[in-house]
């Protein structure tokens, strides 16, 4: 099977079948057997869809979505409300937008191994939310149930099913969102009066019926399921398919085991595994999902021919030589043809070209010289097409979506000899950069602002550049279209694809986020300014608001080819007062201003991904004291936090194993543990006698939030307390001081409530809930409606040192640029530096 996977066009992906690409090799043409073949003959006379639905990437079932697709053969599809931009990052320090650009793909990974298409909304993950109600404040609700609507009708399930019900037992307020918001689409998109703007590009749609997938978890007891089971639809999802090699339940893992970022690797299971459906709307199953529902050619007027001839296909099928059946599926072609238009017809015409093409061992790709290009510039592009098939193939013409010139050949492609050949063509002027579509213009807390109507429920972008091969097969036309992508070698990894992207001429990359001024002495920001192509000139500034200034005012620069770089320096000088705000690096490019940078997001699991963000940073003048110099950080999943203590001023070591020796850790004034060290780093089980060593002859160790679950030993402190799921959502909840006189609230920063103004996403999560009283609570906030959560700051005197655990989201607040939480952080790793004549800060006011 040679076509490329397009789930992000309205086009389906062939099914699981296609799913023997690697990771690296998502971009590449796929490469069907012959087993899979057959898969797709079979799934030729399967006329039925299905759509999960849930908020977030991972919330999906993947065995009930690989049964779905490889069993039953029914185009299955996931969709998650969010992208999952507010979670943790297990793998790197990409948080917010950049977390969603990976779960995106990790999404769509899952969805190349388990046979599914995926499927967005506009709802933005703004973090973890207790209950609709606050959902739907931050989320437009309106805006979210027309995206689920407009999925309903351009996929047309026939079946429906939620991932969570729509009441408490969901746990978090998007899952409940999502199943409220899924009832709600279900009626919606059949009628023509909500979202009539839709009906231009899509038909109403009334599916059968909607379900929710739930199990022995949504009930009290193992006795209360048993009792209610009964009235509970029953799939058998934990069949094997042999034609693909593994059980349902072995796909589901490899599916689950992409959502990297998240830590979700799975084992896969062989054997009988039930999945429980709940009816909700619609009409109800007795027996099976599909009850009711035509799933064959009987169900498109006049198919039934073409039903015949695929089961002729699928009879005569030799896997030794799977391209005899290629006449027979070009007369089912013809007669598929011949139809009135309608929705199967034109989802069964694409699949039929696919199986064709994958009996026949088609291989057409075109790549691009280099991953990237800037309007107004040539492409060089190198073409390659093969037939391995004795099947009379012609390959009359190759079309570009961006150029009108064609490349004109008329030529046999005769069996397992291949053309290949170059041919430059250049970017029109205008052509749009490949920022990810929900990225291009500003959005809000709760939702992305997206223009175009057709983009709304695609995963990602369609391909930057698109090549056609006008083909005729047995004398018969047909129509490939293949995305243009860059292909390199790897010295390690072989073959490695990247989607081909087009880009600004010139891009400004400021070197910080956050850009933090903790006295009158300026600071020296780093631009760097890079050429998306060839003799570039023009002139960098910076843009400053009122009372900030930097020296150069403006910097000109020449860059001669390609990929060239221009490190450039400004000093930047602060006011005298507090303050917050923003400064943007521009370049003038032949009298038009550039305002964005180049990110490249490579990790190996996904393919590569580039977005051009705003050219910005936060500037910060702080009134800040601080107590201490140098710092050793333990990574733990992932953060920013030592560069952002090195921006006001701190000396931070990124301790290695070598470092974990009592000797060398009493260099360091503090000892601080990154987010989830104890979920993630196997060693500290091995590493914490020695940090309570450190402790207990005077360190002070900061440790921040870990999980519950998988802790690498049980005790994370030096005196026992219970972590927990307790946290706090609202980001401007108040907070309140349960030791006010205690030195972390005093010294050497007079904190108060001011200091808490401005956080973003929350104020912290999984704090403890239980503790011995050798901690003391130190602050106190909850959600409105909850109890008071007093473990998100406990610090405990240990021998001459002081142990502190802390759930607050220091992680999300230092690189945001919050004064407060710098200044509360300040202190934390002050404590114990002020007290003259021996003890700590903590142990002196602990022993008044």
């Not at 746990?171 to 409940?176: M, Y």
């Not at 601080?626 to 701190?650: E, N």
Request: hydrophobic share 35%; charged share 20%.
């Amino acid at each position: 099977m040679l076509k490329y996977l397009r789930s992000s066009s309205g086009i389906l992906c062939l099914l699981a079948l296609l799913f023997t690409c690697g990771v690296t090799q998502a971009q590449a043409p796929v490469r069907s057997s012959s087993g899979q073949v057959l898969q797709g003959l079979k799934k030729l006379n399967v006329l039925g869809s299905a759509l999960y639905v849930a908020a977030h990437p991972d919330d999906e079932n993947t065995r009930l979505i690989a049964y779905l697709s490889n069993e039953k053969l029914y185009n299955t599809g996931y969709l998650a409300v969010t992208r999952g931009d507010g979670g943790q990052n297990l793998i790197g320090p990409e948080i917010r937008e950049e977390l969603g650009l990976i779960r995106t793909q990790e999404l769509l990974q899952a969805r190349r191994t388990d046979g599914g298409r995926q499927f967005f909304t506009r709802a933005n993950d703004f973090g973890y939310s207790k209950d609709p109600e606050e959902t739907f404040t931050i989320w437009d609700k309106e805006q979210v149930l027309a995206d689920m609507v407009y999925v309903i009708r351009k996929f047309r399930p026939d079946v429906m099913i939620t991932r969570f019900p729509p009441d408490e037992r969901a746990g978090h307020g998007h899952h409940t969102a999502s199943a409220i918001l899924a009832e709600e689409a279900f009626t919606a998109a059949a009628d023509p009066k909500r979202f009539p703007e839709q009906l231009k590009y899509v038909d109403v749609w009334q599916p059968k019926r909607l379900l929710w997938n739930t199990g022995v978890w949504s009930f009290k007891s193992q006795e209360e399921f048993e009792k209610h089971g009964k009235e509970l639809l029953k799939v058998d999802v934990g069949g094997y398919n042999p034609l693909l090699g593994k059980s349902y339940g072995e796909i589901a893992a490899e599916s689950r085991s992409m959502h990297k970022s998240q830590g979700f690797g799975a084992t896969g299971a062989r054997g009988t595994s039930i999945e429980y459906l709940q009816h909700t709307k619609g009409d109800k199953a007795e027996a099976s999902l599909f009850e009711g529902i035509p799933t064959s050619w009987s169900r498109v007027k006049g198919g039934e021919k073409v039903g015949k001839l695929i089961q002729k296909a699928i009879d005569t099928y030799r896997p030794a030589e799977p391209a005899a059946v290629v006449p027979t599926l070009i007369t089912a072609k013809k007669e598929l043809d011949k139809l009135p238009d309608s929705y199967w017809k034109r989802v069964k015409q694409e699949e039929l070209q696919d199986v064709m093409q994958a009996a026949m061992g088609l291989y057409l790709e075109v790549t691009a010289n280099d991953f990237a290009a800037t309007p107004g510039q040539p492409v060089k592009l190198n073409v390659e097409a093969i037939n391995r098939s004795a099947v009379p193939v012609t390959l009359r013409k190759v079309r570009y979506s961006f150029s009108s010139a064609d490349t004109t050949l008329n030529k046999p492609l005769q069996n397992n000899e291949p053309i290949k050949y170059s041919a430059t063509r250049v970017l029109p002027n205008g052509s749009e950069s490949s920022q990810p579509y929900w990225l291009r213009r500003k959005g809000t807390l709760g939702m992305f602002a997206v223009e175009s109507q057709q983009e709304v429920g695609m995963p990602e972008n369609a391909p930057a550049v698109q090549a056609t091969f006008d083909l005729t097969v047995a004398g018969e036309p047909l129509q490939v279209k293949v995305p243009v992508v860059y292909k390199r070698t790897d010295p390690v990894e072989g073959e490695v694809y990247r989607p081909f992207v087009i880009t600004p001429p010139v891009f400004v990359n400021v070197a910080e986020h956050v850009y933090v001024f903790a006295s009158q002495e300026p600071k020296q920001v780093q631009v760097l300014v890079k050429a998306g192509k060839a003799n570039l000139n023009g002139t960098l500034k910076l843009q400053l608001p009122q009372g900030w200034r930097s020296v150069p005012a403006a910097v000109p620069f020449t860059l001669p080819t390609k990929g060239a770089e221009l490190p450039v320096t400004f000093t930047v000088y602060p006011p005298q007062e507090q303050q917050e705000a923003e400064l943007k690096a521009v370049a003038v490019v032949e009298g038009k201003e550039y305002q964005h940078g180049l990110k490249v997001i490579s990790y190996s699991h996904i393919p590569a991904q580039v977005t051009f963000p705003d050219a910005t940073a936060k500037i910060v003048k702080l009134d800040l004291q601080k107590k201490g110099q140098k710092i050793g950080y333990l990574m733990g999943a992932g953060d920013d936090i030592p560069t952002s203590l090195q921006q006001i001023g701190y000396d931070v070591t990124l301790l290695q194993d070598e470092d974990m020796r009592l000797n060398k850790l009493q260099q360091f004034d503090a000892i601080i543990l990154g987010v989830r060290a104890y979920n993630t780093v196997d060693r500290l089980k091995f590493y914490q006698p020695t940090l309570l060593e450190y402790v207990k002859q005077g360190g002070n160790l900061i440790v921040q939030y870990n999980t519950n679950h998988s802790l690498v030993l049980p005790n994370v402190g030096p005196y026992p307390l219970q972590l927990s799921r307790d946290r706090v959502t609202v980001e401007d909840a108040e907070v309140r001081f349960l030791e006010p006189n205690h030195p972390v609230l005093n010294t050497p920063n007079k904190i108060t409530r001011k200091d808490f103004e401005g956080w973003v996403q929350e104020r912290g999560l999984y704090f403890p809930n239980e503790w011995s009283e050798e901690y003391q609570a130190i602050l106190s906030s909850n959600d409105p409606g909850e109890p008071a959560r007093k473990g998100g700051l406990l610090v405990a005197p240990y021998g001459k040192g002081n142990y502190i655990y802390t759930g607050y989201s220091w992680f999300r607040e230092l690189p945001a640029g919050v004064p407060g939480a710098y200044r509360l952080f300040a202190n934390l790793i002050s404590l114990g530096k002020n007290t003259p004549g021996g003890g700590t800060d903590a142990q002196s006011h602990s022993n008044k």
